[in-house]
T-cell receptor
Framework: QKEVEQDPGPLSVPEGAIVSLNCTYS??????FMWYRQYSRKGPELLMY????GNKEDGRFTAQVDKSSKYISLFIRDSQPSDSATYLC?????????????FGSGTRLSIRP | GAVVSQHPSWVICKSGTSVKIECRSL??????MFWYRQFPKQSLMLMAT?????????EQGVEKDKFLINHASLTLSTLTVTSAHPEDSSFYIC?????????FGQGTRLTVV
């Protein structure tokens, strides 16, 4: 069993739709929970990170962490074609969100105009 | 945001030769950098943690004699793939820790022929 499970998709939704991306994990020691966006053949770009449980909102993006269920989510409101990319959930049990990151396999998202 | 530059972006080498990949933090100092590998349609996998002025820490299953890491300054870490073979062909990505947040390079695509 992988430490972090993520549905690879692909996921295709129309422009303006709400997108829900999810991951589950097995390691209860994870404290930092991140979402990255990655374009083809590029390095990941941090979208949001949460420490421990709870919700965090940044513009059209909302991240949720439920440690009791070992489940994290990313919601994208009013999705735009420019949001089309691969989204990676990631987690760390290290000293910070930069340390020993364990990534999900990524969900490929496509927003149709 | 902080910038991490990785060089080269892509490289093709012959089987049996060695290849060096550089990771530089351009506008901040990074005591700690990380090296990841990503195979097609798979997740980023942490290979090793690079600490300035000391030996790197390798993840289980990563051969330290094959993947040589040097972190001689606070802005530069290098990964040398020694005696490369076709199975080492992959996308290698570094990240640098800037005050607890990871910033990723753009990645290096290595093809061994």
């Amino acid at each position: 069993q992988k430490e972090v499970e993520q549905d690879p998709g692909p996921l295709s939704v129309p422009e303006g739709a709400i997108v829900s991306l999810n991951c589950t994990y097995s390691n209860s020691a994870f404290q930092y929970f991140m979402w990255y966006r990655q374009y083809s053949r590029k390095g990941p770009e941090l979208l949001m990170y949460t420490y421990s449980s709870g919700n965090k909102e940044d513009g059209r993006f909302t991240a949720q962490v439920d440690k009791s269920s070992k489940y994290i989510s990313l919601f994208i409101r009013d999705s735009q074609p420019s949001d089309s990319a691969t989204y990676l959930c990631a987690m760390s049990a290290g000293y910070s969100s930069a340390s020993k990151i364990i990534f999900g396999s990524g969900t490929r998202l496509s927003i149709r105009p | 945001g902080a910038v991490v530059s990785q060089h080269p972006s892509w490289v093709i080498c012959k089987s049996g030769t060695s290849v060096k990949i550089e990771c530089r933090s351009l506008d901040f100092q990074a005591t700690t950098m990380f090296w990841y590998r990503q195979f097609p349609k798979q997740s980023l996998m942490l290979m090793a943690t690079s600490n300035e002025g000391s030996k790197a820490t390798y993840e289980q299953g990563v051969e330290k004699d094959k993947f040589l890491i040097n972190h001689a300054s606070l802005t530069l870490s290098t990964l040398t793939v020694t005696s490369a073979h076709p199975e080492d062909s992959s996308f290698y990505i570094c990240s640098a820790d800037n005050r607890g947040e990871a910033f990723f390079g753009q990645g290096t695509r290595l093809t061994v022929v």
